[in-house]
């Protein structure tokens, strides 16, 4: 089959791979119809990501429809049309039950890797690198999908797969940023980025009671797309005013209630600060990039809370621990529990309270993922969001 | 009741570790042998300090170093010497930085080989002053008896120190599972190979067990054990018979884990590999760190008791190239790389057919 490859940094490429099989008996095979490129894919492509090697498979963002099971899965059938959650879940460990299926306690089979790096393994994740498990990902014409039985969700006919493509990922992504806000009737929220995540953060916010959601990004596209089609009532060009100052001036000098960084490792900024991260990452002093959560800790109101969804794999310089202890601050962080948003989330599908499709600016064939990750990348073409399609 | 219970456990757990530490502690390092190591410690400290000292006079006065050798200036000489020192800092700062100082120490005579060498060389052309070279060549010589003797024993040190005194693994796990199924299953040394790594079979025959191990080149090792404890849904303890090959035991609890969060698991493995060929190879087999190794095993064990059995990826089951690798040769700044590992494939794949 062809496969979206991870080849080294800065390239990918349509490969001929071998087929994905049944390797353990709760898994499925899925045919993917439709998947995408993730913000997250980009930290890979730009080698920020650890553990990568060539010929890796990509995508974490996939569904289809099955085409095998494995004999232990019971609630699937072939021909089903299904979205896969990103995080791989058991369904039977502790955190599974308590439905931190990021976490999941079983899903990662390099385990180990992961807890040389973090002290402890979260899940096993679909094409994100070998300390995660070193599972194929879905930018390819098949899927394997263990625990087919705990993840996948059945799509009913008639929506689109681009109505519920992103809720393997972005949409509750975007959601559990904004849960984790704590939203109040009457909050002001600050959302940093609007890529994907941001603008699902951005409408969730909306949707969760936040009165007023202010958007900071540099891309007038992007910002506009936050309040014409996401809900943000403000947006902050960074690149063109000083996003405290600004903050301030729209708050009433207290600053958000809440932040949520969906920017992640490798946030741009401007002046010495700037420079001196980017040297230092570049310099492998420090993985990630943390001006923009340093910025958010900074402008978040005393006792507020700053919720981080975007991505960070390593460590970060210059934590301003001072504000967060001094200032009461609460920050809040994990990757998406995708799993417990499914069910809600396809419910505000269904019923048309939002329309994940805003997002997306570009539809290219799988075969075209190398350009795909090329646009994105450099933002050309005002792009925010690319769906692959299979042939 | 069972909070009691619980707290005995982790108290009985506890003092067997802090146990066994003190007896590694009183075999590892004896107080004479500490004395000596310290003293050979200090030397090669002294060492490292005059690595540095010397690479930084290399590098920052090159022509007057090479000037007290004798050797004449010539155009090449000034960058000679700074690259002989920057050889000098990378060894003093490995001898005063790594955890291995013996290697660097070896390094070091090395580099005064090749100084006496390059001394050599000052002493063979015309016009070098031969006073000055011939007493920089005792120098050398001198250092160069201080570095070897400060080698050698450094090595003879941490050969001590890595020298097996057995293998001893501890290591510990929750399992969502209640108490009495998770020992049921252990219960049964059968299961045993389906989650540690080094085992190939385990077989119980008439009370005893007849233990299979995968040996490092292809010749297994094999063992008879026997139960010496065995407390139902508390503890298990078994034993290699004697006359095994390679001594082992190994002992497991099962504890409840504190809010019903499933049972607590803790694994304690001992094998004294004899010396020899034998031992070096049991010592391979469990790799540098053995405490990974059954951590690895336990987590194994946890995906059976959770999820039914072990979780594979595609590249957890093949080492090296693993389906999700590319079967042919790529875009072209690339196709030199990968044509071997693609041909390879195809024709594994052939095969396959």
């Not at chain 2, 930085?97 to 006496?116: E, N, Y």
């Not at chain 2, 031992?279 to 087999?285: E, T």
């Not at chain 2, 195809?346 to 095969?351: A, F, G």
Request: hydrophobic residues 40%; glycine residues 10%.
């Amino acid at each position: 089959m062809k496969a979206n490859c991870w080849m080294h940094r800065k390239s990918v490429a349509i490969q001929d791979v071998p087929d994905p099989k049944i390797l353990n008996s709760r898994d499925a095979i899925i045919r993917v119809t439709t998947t995408a490129i993730c913000g997250s894919d980009l930290h890979l492509y730009n080698g920020f990501v650890p553990t990568m090697e060539r010929g890796d498979v990509l995508g974490h963002e996939f569904m289809g429809e099955v085409v095998e099971v494995g004999r232990g899965v019971n609630n699937l059938s072939v021909g089903d049309r299904v979205v896969v959650p990103f995080p791989i879940a058991c369904g039977g460990c502790l955190a599974c039950q308590e439905g931190n299926t990021s976490l999941c306690e079983n899903s990662n089979p390099n385990s180990w890797m992961a807890a040389t790096m973090w002290g402890h393994s979260p899940a096993g994740i679909f094409g994100y690198s070998h300390m995660l498990g070193g599972f194929a990902g879905g930018q390819a014409e098949y899927a394997r999908v263990p625990f087919a039985d705990v993840g996948p969700l059945k799509i009913p006919n008639g929506l689109t797969d681009e109505q519920v493509l992103f809720l393997s990922d972005i949409f509750p992504t975007g959601y559990m940023g904004a849960e984790m806000c704590n939203i109040q009737p009457g909050d002001v929220i600050a959302v940093w980025g609007a890529g994907p995540v941001g603008q699902f953060a951005i409408a969730s916010a909306r949707m969760l009671g936040a009165e007023r959601v202010i958007a900071i990004d540099r891309f007038p596209y992007r910002l506009r797309m936050a309040t014409d089609r996401a809900g943000a009532t403000e947006t902050i060009n960074y690149e063109k005013e000083d996003v405290q100052e600004a903050l301030n001036a729209l708050t009433g000098g207290r600053g958000p209630d809440a932040c949520i960084d969906a920017v992640g490792l490798e946030a741009h900024g401007h002046g010495p600060m700037y420079a001196y991260d980017r040297t230092k990452q570049a310099l492998m002093l420090q993985p990630d990039r943390p001006t923009a959560l340093r910025q958010a800790i900074q402008a978040c109101k005393n006792g507020g809370i700053v919720s981080v969804i975007g991505v960070y794999g390593g460590f970060i310089d210059k934590f301003p621990m001072g504000a967060i202890v001094n200032r009461s601050l609460t920050i809040r962080s994990g990757q998406c529990h995708v799993h417990r948003y499914l069910q809600p989330l396809l419910q505000r599908i269904e019923t048309g309270q939002i329309d994940p499709s805003f997002v997306i600016t570009h539809r290219l064939p799988l075969a075209e993922a190398a350009r795909g990750f090329e646009m994105f990348m450099n933002k050309v073409d005002n792009c925010e969001k690319v769906v692959l399609k299979a042939a | 009741m069972q909070t009691q219970r619980m707290m005995r456990g982790a108290h009985l757990v506890q003092s067997s570790w802090q146990e066994e530490g003190i007896e590694r502690l009183e075999n590892g390092r004896g107080a004479g042998l500490a004395q000596r190591e310290s003293g050979v410690v200090r030397r090669a400290t002294g060492l490292g300090w005059f690595s540095v000292a010397l690479g930084a006079a290399e590098i920052l006065a090159p022509l007057a170093i090479a000037g007290i050798a004798g050797a004449r200036i010539r155009p090449q000489t000034r960058t000679a010497m700074r690259l002989l020192g920057l050889r000098e800092l990378a060894n003093g700062a490995g001898i005063l930085s790594q955890p291995r100082a013996s290697a660097w120490l070896w390094a070091r005579v090395v580099g005064d080989a090749i100084d006496l060498a390059l001394l050599g060389k000052v002493l063979a052309s015309p016009r070098c002053r031969r006073a000055r070279t011939l007493t920089a060549m005792a120098s050398v010589l001198g250092v160069t008896a201080l570095d070897v003797r400060t080698a050698i024993e450094c090595s003879r040190n941490e050969r001590g120190l890595a020298e097996p005194e057995g293998i001893h693994v501890l290591s510990a796990i929750t399992v969502n599972r209640p108490r009495e199924e998770v020992y049921r299953f252990w219960r049964d040394l059968e299961h045993l190979p389906q989650f540690m790594a080094h085992l190939e079979s385990v077989k119980v025959e008439n009370g005893r067990s007849k233990w299979r191990a995968k040996g490092p080149v292809g010749v297994p090792i094999e063992w008879e054990a026997e139960i010496v404890s065995d407390q139902p849904n508390e503890n298990l303890a078994w034993r290699s018979c004697t006359g095994a090959d390679v001594p082992n035991q190994g002992s497991v609890r099962f504890l409840d884990a504190p809010r019903g969060r499933g049972t607590e698991v803790r694994v304690e493995l001992r094998y004294d590999p004899p010396t020899g060929a034998l031992g070096a190879a049991v010592a391979k087999l469990f790799g540098a760190e053995p405490g990974q190794e059954i951590a690895a095993d336990l987590r194994r064990f946890k995906q059976v008791m959770e999820t039914g059995e072990v979780l594979h990826s595609d590249a957890s089951i093949h080492r090296g190239p693993h389906p999700a690798r590319p079967s042919g040769p790529s875009s072209d700044g690339d196709r030199k790389r990968t044509l071997g590992r693609g041909s390879r494939q195809q024709k594994e794949r052939r095969v396959a057919r």
